[in-house]
């Protein structure tokens, strides 16, 4: 039977209802939003009110209360209200929505792809306001999507397999695989590349903690970060790096084998491959 989210890990999200998001009532964030955003607004006004006094009496406005040394600092505040409120209401959306994406455990289950995407939409200029109905809805959605959104994540390790590599399965996952362009090789030694790789290394680890139904490790301390450290420790000797998930073996060309310890995550991963593409794993004995 093909793995399902559901049976592994079931973040905070919400389902259409009143509940909280790691304690924050929505009635609450959507209250102090509008209350700030009031504030802000007639903070403004009181601004310009206080312009046009200033400036009656020979004195600068509030505009150029901003300046030092003729550079611009760039407040929001001392421009016209109907100017100012619709960027600062952008920006105070975008903040909150970020905040409850990453309270409600949805990153987590996304790949690196994913929440790239996630992140260029927040930085557009469409961004749906804070409203009760809004983020009932957006988090609805997030939550019956979320096993479609972590097997696109394993399926997308799966394909940016190279098949030049026989120990490369191109039906499943097998018990090794093997990498391009994770690690390069000078005459200082072996380097963690900054690149795609890394990003794939990480969603790798990601499924597999999700997929035993484990707390998922802050990007600090992922699997990127500690074969950084292992690396960097001894650049010219420590070829092979070892934690309870892989055995990760790197060469001079940039390759690197990686091995799975736990057969059990291994099957699952390949019960996500076999149900997106059915045809290809009719038999896997």
Known sequence: MPTTLNTVIEPEVLTGHTDVICSTSIERIVTGRNAALTQIEALIHQLEDISAITSSIGGRVARDWAMKQDFRCGCWLMEKAETAMPVITRNLDRDIWRDLMKRSGMLSLMDAQARDQWYRNLEGNDIPAISKTNI????EQLHQSKNEVFERGVINVFKSLSWDYKSNHPCKFGKKIIVNS???????????????RRDQLADLERMLFLLEGKAIPDNRSDLTARLYEHIRANPQMAKVYEDEYFSIKYFMKGSAHLTFKK?????????????????????RL
């Open 182 to 196: 994770l690690v390069s090789y000078n005459q200082w030694g072996f380097t963690l590349n900054h690149n795609y």
């Open 136 to 139: 009932l809805s957006t988090f």
């Open 263 to 283: 057969p059990g995550l291994l099957d699952k991963m390949n019960d996500i491959v076999a149900k997106h593409f059915p045809g290809m794993l009719a038999s």
